[in-house]
């Protein structure tokens, strides 16, 4: 199980829709033999996740378990089953990023990629400056409530 997927890089987009992955997560990754990538949408914000393909094993069991009959268990299934997207990186670490996710998070010429434990996070550059921005503004102003488990975490 990976847990480790730490930190933000700049990256950019190529003319042919690649990204590098970073060099210490492609070790990582060659470490674990984990040459299989998959490329999905998030259900919560405009971004992509990258998950190594033993990790998308289990959210793939974890999301057949979602009810067919609650419309956002079917809306999230739809959406992170449906854009599903095998990728293996080529010599040069790099992956393509297909044009209907590229559109979906608007990605355009930089990229930020987001480690987040399990995953990386893909969001245009501009994009996560603005979504971080607003998050640290939010927290500053007391906006929203925290889960229980977040207010347990020690700052």
Not at 8 to 24: C, F, H, Q, Y
Not at 132 to 149: D, F, I, K, N, P
Request: with cysteine; hydrophobic share 40%; net charge neutral.
């Amino acid at each position: 199980m990976f847990r480790d997927f730490e930190g933000s890089t700049a990256l950019s987009l190529d003319a042919k829709g690649r990204i590098a992955i970073p060099s210490t997560h492609r070790d990582v990754l060659a470490a674990a033999g984990q040459a299989s990538l998959v490329l999905t949408v998030s259900p919560y914000d405009r971004c992509l996740w990258l998950y190594p393909e033993s990790e998308w094993a289990v959210v793939k069991l974890k999301l057949l378990e979602l009810s067919d009959f609650d419309k956002l268990s079917r809306r999230t299934k739809q959406m992170m089953r449906g854009h599903a997207t095998p990728c293996v990186a080529d010599g040069q670490g790099r992956i393509r990023i297909p044009d209907p996710l590229r559109e979906f998070a608007g990605l355009d010429r930089q990229i930020a990629f987001v480690g987040q434990g399990n995953r990386f996070e893909i969001w245009d550059g501009e994009a996560w400056v603005t979504e971080r921005s607003e998050w640290q503004l939010e927290v500053r102003a007391g906006v929203g409530t925290a889960s229980e488990m977040l207010k347990q975490l020690a700052f």
